[in-house]
């Protein structure tokens, strides 16, 4: 079999999201179970057993593989959830899970041996001696990138590895220290890698009040929106803080990662897939983005000397972007 | 350059002359006016007699004892509404759990499965207060319901309506 090369992963919060992006085109589709075992632990979102089954089904029948997310890290009194969420995927089909954990990869690899694994971004390995670690270890045979790496970078860890490596192509961005933030739970008690979501519904609040838009967390203003400005998600990462005698985004804009224009030179350097971030969003934007990635990297591979991104398709992204602009993230930087 | 032929043919669609985004403010005025409790009574049947026999078997109890209010700015119209075990009720009380605030274009864009509620948060276009989690398990509910399974629901024929739609709205 060929290695895989820009297989086009896309996200999946929900059996009609699943189906969107299957029928857009994805090669994979990613997903979570509807508990804390995954990062999108969000209200009413992702699967079940019965949804789980049906989208799994429907994928394979069109060649599309199923990746599911169990990459929080499980707390000692509920390790049983994790464990019981591996069995899962493993009974359930999937192609792989994606795990961040080393104690789960134990249990996966002691129990299920077949099954498929990738290392989850949130274990946060930016160097090619940490995932042959997790490969000598556990066999993993994927490892996400996280986005803190500049493009020269990659190159050295896949020369170093014959780990897969999978790189994010679009979407939202963490202010980058994937499986390590503590903002979230600074705020509010509920971090990501245990509660599964960061900035929670619970504990965000909208407020329109004369000044503008207020966006709170757990009381805490993290940021208040001109009628006419774009907002941002509630994380306390994209609010804006006073410093000294100034009021700005002091961690970080709130912008979506898009490294189409990079394609080729991912192409180039064998990358085997390309994630498109959002779970928690609707099948609509499932559909308008794996639509147009598709079609990207069906150009890059056919012509990779001349491709670039097609405006039409930039649009169509910038459009669904959070802060509606766009940003090369560290993929595109001198320095190392 | 000129991106290959094939590649245009896979183009996402180009904005086409859309709804309106906005009503005339005139009629907004006018509108405004109107009692809410007719506008919301209105809704309620409206909702149950097309959509609730699909939504029926949702895990509604998230939303149990809680209630909506669905502003459409342009309009000036205010729906107030809970969800029980028979179907949508419309609520004479102005006292709301979660308010969604967009026009009625992107109302209807949104039901549509046309746009993404958090591309209209970002854009301005769509407003979520109060209890956030209530408003945010709803709009899951709602996005893990298939189109198809709505429109194969609804009264005679009216299904058929739903693709026309989706184009005439996109
Ligand atoms: S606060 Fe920002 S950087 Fe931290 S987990 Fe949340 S989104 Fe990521």
């Known amino acids: ?336 | 350059m000129n991106p290959p032929a094939s590649i245009l043919a896979r183009l996402p669609a180009l904005p086409r002359p859309a709804l309106p985004s906005t009503f005339p403010p005139v009629l907004a005025r006018v509108v405004d006016r109107l009692p809410s409790r007719p506008p919301s009574f209105a809704f309620a049947a409206a909702a149950n007699g097309l959509a609730w026999r699909a939504l029926r078997e949702l895990d509604w109890s998230a939303a149990r004892g809680k209630r909506f209010h669905a502003r459409v700015r342009d309009l000036g119209l205010n729906l107030y509404f809970s969800v029980r075990a028979d179907g949508f009720h419309a609520e004479s009380s102005q006292r709301a759990d979660v308010t969604f605030t967009a026009s009625a274009a992107d109302f209807a864009r949104l039901a549509l499965r046309l746009e993404d509620p958090d591309t209209l948060f970002f854009n301005r276009r769509l407003r979520i207060e109060g209890d956030t989690d209530l408003g945010l398990a709803v709009k899951n509910l709602l996005d893990a319901v298939e189109l198809e399974s709505i429109a194969a629901a609804m009264p005679a024929g009216l299904g058929q309506v739903i693709p026309h739609l989706r184009r005439l709205a996109a």
């Open chain 1, 1 to 336: 079999m060929s290695p895989s090369l820009l297989e086009l992963i896309c996200p999946a919060g929900s059996l009609p999201a699943l189906k969107a992006a299957v029928d857009h085109g994805a090669d994979g589709v990613y997903l979570g179970l509807r508990d804390n075992t995954n990062a999108r632990n969000f209200s009413g979102l992702n699967f079940d057993t019965k949804t789980l089954a049906e989208g799994i089904r429907h994928a394979h029948a069109k060649g599309v593989k199923v990746l599911m997310a169990l990459n929080t890290f499980p707390q000692p009194a509920t390790l049983a959830r994790w464990h019981t969420a591996i069995d899962t995927a493993a009974t359930s089909g999937v192609d792989a899970v994606i795990l961040a954990d080393p104690g789960l990869m134990a249990y996966a690899v002691k129990n299920h041996p077949g099954l498929r694994l990738h290392l989850s971004v949130q274990g946060s390995a930016t160097s090619y001696e940490a995932i042959e670690f997790y490969r000598e270890r556990f066999g993993i045979r994927r490892a996400v990138l996280p986005r803190v790496l500049s493009l020269a970078q990659v190159e050295n860890v896949i020369a170093h590895t014959d780990v897969e490596i999978e790189l994010f192509g679009f979407g939202g961005l963490c202010v980058m220290v994937e499986g390590r933030c503590l903002l979230s739970s600074y705020a509010c008690g509920d971090s990501p890698n245990t509660f599964g979501a960061c900035s929670p519904g619970h504990a965000v609040r909208w407020e329109q009040t004369p000044k503008g838009m207020e966006t709170r967390l757990n009381g805490v203003l993290i940021d208040r929106y001109a009628d006419h400005e774009k907002a941002g998600y509630p994380t306390l990462c994209k609010g804006r803080f006073a410093v000294g005698a100034e009021t700005y985004y002091a961690l970080e804009e709130p912008t979506s990662l898009n490294s189409m224009e990079l394609l080729p030179e991912m192409a180039r350097l064998g990358i085997a897939a390309i994630k498109i971030e959002g779970r928690q969003r609707s099948p609509a934007y499932v559909a308008q983005v794996t639509k147009v990635w598709r079609a990207a990297i069906d150009a890059v591979k056919k012509a990779p000397e001349t491709f670039q991104p097609h405006p039409a398709w930039m649009a169509e992204l910038n459009k669904v972007s959070e802060g509606s602009m766009h940003t090369l993230g560290a993929y595109y930087r001198p320095w190392k």
